[in-house]
């Protein structure tokens, strides 16, 4: 029993090789900056603008006041919390310009621990452990986070290997498939929607493989687990989806973003997008190559254990149904599956291959033995060279006005930021809003625009005087959540503008007015939800406990 002990109490210490892996993969970034990817200036305006509000008590804000020149957009209704949540509360305790560092140093840990959770099913802890540091430094991994910095899908692929776990282990559990679901919908929708279609596809073909065992219980917890799932994030999941009708939210997958424009080595007319494009090709078809080969060696070892043969058949098909979607084949899936074509980019199902592929190499590597040591050191030295050729091949330089100074600069300046074309209200026009708009003004017409006035965000409650009636234009964009009070009566008219902004009519004399962001009977059901479905998972918890 001692021995046992201190062998868990090694394998444990060992662990601490997967922050040091992370570590390395983000030298770079602490001796030149960060990496100013696609979408950098996004999720560093989002961080700002969290932080801010949990500052003033907000700790679930909806609303972003700063983008759209200071008109707002819906953007936390629709995009997940976790990941900026996380970001805001790093840029709260640590200065700005290494909050982003520090972020993917903690994305990357986490990813590691999860995968080492899912290997550590099938192999002994130190083939674990290599695994897992080079599950941190793969490719896809570093690609998410030097050339895209997606910095809300570098955190799910933490959860995409716990997932894994769930459906894969020998006793599938409600809890093991209700954590991982909650987590992937609570951090990158695209990820979630990745991961659900992909539990739903192993979960089908371990049935078909083991349905002379009863697949009944299997198929009972992983539905219920799903379920369990969905309703833990629920106090997100169906705002963003009964909410999306009030926002533009097509314009994600606009030209450049549709599934028809990503296709393996596919052309565009933008030489920029094409050279992304370029490279995500390159790296599917030499992961992809990669997964196949280790599968093959793994399928001809002698030494397998039962389970081993039908779970690696089940990779192969999923190896190959990846590959299908990645060409032109497969345009009836993305036009029917729902909600497939809001991944915009089918090489994203990369993200649930780099577990599958951690996995198999590992069935591969099974029998082989490393001393503490020599795990330690080939994972040091792997994850230094992978991050050597990813940095050189990935990392984007920041323009001037693109470092996070800049963006700090600009955000506590009156100047507001882009609006977020997805997250546009359906009434309003980008294209028609100027940057220049002061936070409210006195017109003739609904139409008026502003004849004088400092841009800046705008104030609430508003005081001031209508020499007559007039049409009152407050710079905030008209969402069915907003609330307008005028002398403390509701206003039920608003008149329509082309850059969506908010028009009252008001009366001639002093005027008193007020904006309520109103929380709808879709949050009120979320939240209901999800507090129902964190009591079940506490009694789920509770007999386990009680179990054991």
Same mark, same amino acid.
């Given at each position: 029993?001692?021995?046992?002990?201190?062998?868990?109490?090694?394998?444990?210490?060992?662990?601490?090789?997967?922050?040091?892996?992370?570590?390395?993969?983000?030298?770079?970034?602490?001796?030149?900056?960060?990496?100013?990817?696609?979408?950098?200036?996004?999720?560093?305006?989002?961080?700002?603008?969290?932080?801010?509000?949990?500052?003033?008590?907000?700790?679930?804000?909806?609303?972003?006041?700063?983008?759209?020149?200071?008109?707002?957009?819906?953007?936390?209704?629709?995009?997940?919390?976790?990941?900026?949540?996380?970001?805001?509360?790093?840029?709260?305790?640590?200065?700005?310009?290494?909050?982003?560092?520090?972020?993917?140093?903690?994305?990357?840990?986490?990813?590691?621990?999860?995968?080492?959770?899912?290997?550590?099913?099938?192999?002994?802890?130190?083939?674990?452990?290599?695994?897992?540091? %080079?599950?941190?430094?793969?490719? !896809?991994? =570093?690609?998410? @986070? &030097? +050339? $895209?910095?997606?910095?809300?899908?570098?955190? #799910?692929?933490?959860?995409?290997?716990?997932?894994?776990?769930?459906?894969?282990?020998?006793?599938?559990?409600?809890?093991?498939?209700?954590?991982?679901?909650?987590?992937?919908?609570?951090?990158?929708?695209?990820?979630?929607?990745?991961?659900?279609?992909?539990?739903?596809?192993?979960?089908?073909?371990?049935?078909?493989?083991?349905?002379?065992?009863?697949?009944?219980?299997?198929?009972?917890?992983?539905?219920?687990?799903?379920?369990?799932? %969905?309703?833990?994030?629920?106090? !997100?999941? =169906?705002?963003? @989806? &009964? +909410? $999306?009708?009030?926002?533009?939210?097509?314009? #994600?997958?606009?030209?450049?973003?549709?599934?028809?424009?990503?296709?393996?080595?596919?052309?565009?007319?933008?030489?920029?997008?094409?050279?992304?494009?370029?490279?995500?090709?390159?790296?599917?078809?030499?992961?992809?190559?990669?997964?196949?080969?280790?599968?093959?060696?793994?399928?001809?070892?002698?030494?397998?254990?039962?389970?081993?043969?039908p779970m690696l058949s089940s990779f192969v098909m999923f190896a190959t149904i990846i590959v299908l979607l990645l060409t032109p084949l497969s345009a009836p899936i993305w036009r029917h599956a729902p909600e497939l074509a809001f991944l915009q980019f089918p090489w994203r199902f990369l993200a649930i291959?780099?577990?599958?592929?951690?996995?198999?190499?590992?069935?591969?590597?099974?029998?082989?033995?490393?001393?503490?040591?020599?795990?330690?050191?080939?994972?040091?030295?792997?994850?230094?060279?992978?991050?050597?050729?990813?940095?050189?091949?990935?990392?984007?330089?920041?323009?001037?006005?693109?470092?996070?100074?800049?963006?700090?600069?600009?955000?506590?300046?009156?100047?507001?930021?882009?609006?977020?074309?997805?997250?546009?209200?359906?009434?309003?026009?980008?294209?028609?809003?100027?940057?220049?708009?002061?936070?409210?003004?006195?017109?003739?017409?609904?139409?008026?625009?502003?004849?004088?006035?400092?841009?800046?965000?705008?104030?609430?409650?508003?005081?001031?005087?209508?020499?007559?009636?007039?049409?009152?234009?407050?710079?905030?964009?008209?969402?069915?959540?907003?609330?307008?009070?005028?002398?403390?009566?509701?206003?039920?008219?608003?008149?329509?503008?082309?850059?969506?902004?908010?028009?009252?009519?008001?009366?001639?004399?002093?005027?008193?007015?007020?904006?309520?962001?109103?929380?709808?009977?879709?949050?009120t059901a979320g939240w209901v939800i999800s507090t129902a479905s964190l009591c079940v998972l506490g009694l789920l918890l509770y007999q386990r406990r009680r179990l054991r």
């Open positions: 029993m001692r021995n046992e002990e201190e062998g868990v109490r090694a394998s444990w210490r060992l662990l601490l090789i997967l922050p040091l892996v992370a570590l390395i993969a983000i030298i770079p970034l602490i001796w030149n900056g960060c990496s100013c990817g696609h979408d950098f200036d996004f999720h560093i305006l989002s961080w700002m603008e969290a932080a801010t509000q949990f500052q003033h008590g907000n700790l679930h804000p909806q609303w972003a006041f700063t983008p759209a020149f200071n008109a707002g957009e819906p953007r936390f209704v629709f995009y997940p919390p976790l990941s900026w949540t996380i970001g805001a509360v790093l840029g709260l305790v640590l200065p700005w310009t290494i909050t982003p560092i520090a972020y993917t140093w903690l994305a990357l840990t986490a990813a590691g621990l999860g995968c080492y959770r899912l290997l550590r099913s099938f192999a002994t802890p130190l083939t674990s452990l290599f695994i897992s540091a %080079l599950y941190i430094a793969n490719p !896809y991994m =570093l690609f998410t @986070a &030097y +050339e $895209r910095t997606a910095y809300a899908e570098l955190l #799910a692929a933490a959860w995409l290997p716990l997932l894994l776990h769930g459906i894969l282990r020998r006793n599938v559990t409600v809890l093991g498939i209700a954590a991982p679901v909650a987590l992937l919908w609570l951090t990158n929708a695209p990820a979630a929607v990745i991961g659900c279609y992909g539990l739903g596809l192993l979960t089908l073909a371990r049935l078909f493989s083991e349905r002379d065992k009863g697949p009944l219980q299997l198929a009972t917890r992983t539905i219920t687990g799903t379920l369990l799932g %969905l309703g833990l994030g629920a106090f !997100y999941i =169906l705002p963003a @989806a &009964y +909410e $999306r009708r009030s926002v533009q939210i097509a314009m #994600a997958i606009t030209d450049g973003m549709r599934i028809s424009d990503n296709y393996l080595f596919h052309h565009t007319p933008d030489p920029d997008h094409d050279a992304v494009l370029r490279t995500a090709s390159l790296l599917a078809v030499g992961l992809v190559a990669t997964t196949l080969i280790a599968l093959l060696v793994a399928l001809l070892r002698k030494r397998q254990s039962a389970e081993d043969r291959l780099m577990p599958i592929l951690a996995l198999s190499v590992t069935v591969a590597l099974r029998g082989l033995r490393f001393t503490g040591i020599t795990a330690a050191l080939v994972s040091l030295a792997a994850a230094s060279l992978l991050t050597l050729t990813a940095y050189r091949g990935f990392r984007q330089d920041c323009d001037p006005e693109d470092t996070v100074a800049a963006r700090l600069a600009l955000y506590h300046s009156s100047a507001g930021t882009d609006a977020t074309d997805e997250y546009t209200p359906i009434t309003g026009d980008n294209d028609a809003l100027k940057k220049s708009n002061p936070p409210f003004w006195l017109a003739d017409g609904s139409s008026g625009a502003a004849s004088a006035g400092a841009p800046g965000p705008l104030h609430l409650p508003i005081d001031l005087v209508s020499p007559m009636p007039q049409t009152l234009i407050l710079n905030l964009r008209d969402f069915p959540a907003w609330q307008i009070s005028l002398n403390e009566q509701i206003v039920p008219t608003r008149f329509a503008r082309e850059d969506g902004l908010i028009a009252i009519p008001v009366p001639a004399g002093k005027l008193h007015v007020d904006a309520t962001y109103v929380r709808g009977p879709d949050q």
